[in-house]
């Protein structure tokens, strides 16, 4: 199932046309996008009964909010992929390194995106979305409490995030709408292969990234059970799994996003992310 925020309600994604949880449950699910996972096996019910006929309203992209609006802890795997590692020069982890994304940068997959310096960059990312609380569990276990994948991209201003010592990677990454998320939360059975996803980045339509989280250093799995061997993962709780190759801040030379550029970040069988950048107001 495909589960969406429109209008800041929550609701399933049919073929392109929004079915309103609250009012096909007759009140049983919230209209709130938050309590899909108070609500999964009902809401697993109803999706399994919907038709292209019981469909509402087209979904008008630029009215989608993020899947996952207000999660409890947004985490985040930097150097995740080696080529990435490879091509910033940096050694590749024997664990991953984690920070976070405040939660106030979510922003929906079609929304303006404000550059807060001439230093900002992209990054297609994978988000998991977690299902169900999870604490000390083995990466054997841990498909277990996925709820879904959602696209991500991992918006950075390089000019903060390495501002001194040591480096504010979780600043530079959390300025408003520098976490666009969606276009849906895709639900694992909709994914014929979870273990390799295609993933691309194009900046004004020219290719800048092209990967498969195939290549991840440490699959989901594996994070789960890191993260949770420390922290109490929690329903809805985010993690931005890492990007692949391609950024523009090692590129030779530097490119970084510019006022009217548009940022579109895909995932195969998740959909698309469409972002405008603009100047800060």
């Known amino acids: ?18 079915v309103d949880l609250e009012q096909v449950s007759q009140g049983r699910v919230s209209s709130d996008p938050m309590a899909a996972f108070s609500s999964w096996a009902e809401i697993r019910r109803l999706a399994s009964e919907q038709t292209v006929g019981d469909a509402g309203r087209l979904i008008l992209p630029e009215r989608l909010g993020p899947p996952v609006p207000r999660p409890t802890q947004v985490f985040a795997i930097g150097l995740n992929y080696r080529d990435h590692a490879e091509e910033a020069g940096l050694p590749i982890p024997d664990q991953p390194m984690v920070f976070t994304k405040f939660p106030t940068c979510l922003a929906g997959p079609n929304a303006a995106v404000p550059l807060t310096s001439d230093r900002v ?6 988000v998991v979305v977690i299902g169900h609380e999870a604490h000390r569990v083995p990466a054997a276990r841990a498909w277990d409490y996925v709820a879904g994948f959602c696209v991500g991209q991992d918006v950075s201003d390089r000019a903060q995030q390495f501002a001194g010592k040591p480096p504010q990677f979780s600043l530079g990454k959390s300025a408003p709408a520098f976490g666009p998320l969606g276009p849906a939360l895709v639900s694992l059975d909709e994914i014929p292969d979870r273990n390799d996803m295609k993933l691309r980045c194009w900046i004004d339509g020219e290719l ?53 550029e548009t940022i579109e970040s895909e995932i195969e069988g998740l959909g698309r992310l469409s972002n405008r950048c603009v100047a800060q107001g």
């Open 1 to 18: 199932m495909r589960l969406v925020n429109f209008e800041g309600r929550l609701g399933l994604d049919v073929v392109g046309r929004f």
């Open 121 to 126: 960059d992209w990054e297609v990312e994978q």
């Open 208 to 260: 800048v990234q092209d990967s498969s989280t195939k290549n991840l250093i440490f699959p989901v799995p594996a994070l789960i059970e890191h993260l949770s061997r420390w922290c109490r993962l929690l329903p809805g709780d985010l993690i931005f799994t890492g990007t692949p190759a391609g950024v523009g801040s090692v590129r030779t030379p530097r490119r970084y996003l510019k006022a009217g």
